[in-house]
């Protein structure tokens, strides 16, 4: 057939591809039959995308691989207009370039009945068109809007990430849909959310997903190739999944799973983990990939957001220093316990132990061999208090709220703090203590210990004079 008339009069980058028939109904080659002058010149010259082709002298009729790398998704997109006769647009972010691409696939009538034909159109451009991505049917607009309300409506974090991974395995009619969170930097993954129908034969899936799991993990970006996700919806894509990751192909294989699809989640640059859907309705999976599409973006969103206010949470409860917690969040604890807010523990006991000599080492010594020094006492109250809330409340001071201790034990942690007193080389603190003894008083039973601690300070720089602030 003679496409030339046709692609001549084509101002936007066109082409003509064609689709092998096979006699299973599967498809075969895929080849670029002939391309008008701008998309011939995208090949040769790379003059509307940042260098694409693998080859820069375009032959008619060649297998598109011999131009570009293998790409399931696009393969997908050919078959369906090509044999199936569908029409199809789709608005995607390729991760192997900074380009968005705008596709249409037209249908074009064939004289051969082993052969499929199809028009691939593009535009490019290096900003998102916020008009082009909400660009959907009513149905997939639909789903979309309901997993952004089910996001942003629940009661909490998890609540909402469960009722919209709950949402997704529904519509994508899948037997499994799974959320993993990602940490490439530091190679570590975990399980966000899980919804199934039936548990797989190796049992639940908090069990698979462990460290070792990040193995296979860090394969998925190269796996995914650049393209914006995975669809493995028959064995011939289970075939190429297994020339290209044979060690991911196997462990699928191994829970049973037959069809996939994969989807990054993405936030300013980074990936942020993974979601995916297993044994889904292969016949809906132009639409599935366009669900998932769009839902990712505002996941990915409300991930990093989360994220966020963890770190920010983290940043105002943690001293930065000793790495235990600090003031505010000793305030916030003490605060719940007086308006009913946190259960008030039984036999509550409130210790204040002070270094002693700090000035004088900072002044000495240097504020770096101070700053250890009060590393070093947050570590000694750790050790001696375990299991037991430790502060820093305030800059050489530290609180720590004890309960669920015998007398006697308590007794014996209060005499290894007392030890390092006369410890003139290192920590050396001052010891005050109350307990409430059923009053649920707590900042009376904090301003008692307080005192008692000053005491005890004193009593140590009459001993050392020499250690007294000046």
């Known amino acids: 057939m003679d496409f030339r008339e046709y692609l001549d009069r084509c101002d936007s980058v066109t082409c003509i591809m064609s689709v092998e028939k096979k006699p299973d109904g599967s498809y075969g080659d895929i080849r670029i039959v002939d391309g008008n002058k701008a998309y011939i010149d995208s ?4 003059n509307d995308v ?17 131009y570009f790398p293998f790409d399931l998704n696009f393969e997908n997109y050919c078959y369906r207009a090509a044999v199936k006769k569908e029409v199809l647009h789709a608005y995607v972010h390729p991760e192997r370039f900074d380009i968005w691409f705008n596709l249409f696939f037209m249908p074009v009538t064939s004289d051969d009945e082993n052969m499929g034909y199809c ?5 490019a451009s290096s900003e998102p068109n916020p008009e082009l991505m909400s660009n959907t049917s009513l149905e997939i607009a639909s789903n979309v809007l309901q997993a952004c309300i089910k996001l942003y409506s629940g009661s909490d974090f998890q609540t909402s990430i469960d009722d919209v991974v709950a949402h997704i395995r529904k519509i994508t009619n899948a037997n499994r849909c799974v959320l993993l969170l990602t940490d490439f930097s530091a190679g570590m993954c975990r399980l966000l959310s899980d919804n199934h129908v039936i548990e797989g034969p190796q049992g639940s899936i908090d069990k698979i997903i462990t ?8 394969t998925w970006p190269a796996t995914v190739d650049g393209s914006d996700c995975l669809i493995i919806k028959d064995e011939k894509d289970m075939e190429f999944l297994k020339s290209k990751n044979p060690v991911w192909y196997e462990s699928l ?5 037959n069809t996939l699809v994969l989807f990054p989640i993405n936030y300013g640059g980074e990936t942020k983990g993974y979601i995916w859907a297993t044994d889904f309705d292969v016949e809906n999976a132009l639409k599935i990939k366009d669900i998932l599409e769009s839902t990712t973006y505002f996941i990915a969103y409300a991930i990093a957001n989360y994220q ?7 940043m105002s409860t943690i001293d930065l220093l000793t790495g235990i917690k600090n003031r505010n969040a000793m305030n916030n604890y003490v605060n719940a316990l007086v308006e009913g807010k946190e259960e008030y523990p039984e036999n509550l006991r409130v210790v204040f132990a002070d270094l002693n000599g700090l000035k004088q080492t900072n002044d000495s010594c240097g504020h770096i061999a101070g700053d250890l020094l009060l590393k070093n006492a947050a570590l000694i109250l750790q050790d001696t208090f375990i299991g037991q809330d430790v502060y820093r409340a305030g800059g050489d001071e530290f609180t720590v709220f004890v309960s669920g201790m015998s007398d006697e034990e308590f007794e014996q942690k209060i005499a290894k703090l007392r030890s390092y007193a006369d410890n003139s080389d290192g920590v050396s603190f001052a010891v005050g203590y109350c307990c409430d003894e059923g009053r649920k008083d707590i900042r009376n039973t904090m301003s008692l210990a307080d005192e008692r601690m000053y005491a005890d300070k004193e009593y140590y720089y009459d001993r050392h004079p020499e250690r007294r602030h000046k």
């Open 119 to 123: 028009t691939y159109t593009y535009t």
């Open 50 to 66: 940042s260098d694409v082709a693998k080859e820069k002298v375009f032959v008619p009729n060649s297998l598109y691989t011999k």
């Open 211 to 218: 460290g070792e799991f990040f193995d296979i993990v860090s």
């Open 253 to 257: 294989k191994q829970y049973d799973v």
């Open 43 to 46: 090949i040769e010259r790379n």
């Open 308 to 314: 966020l206010l963890n770190r920010l949470e983290i």
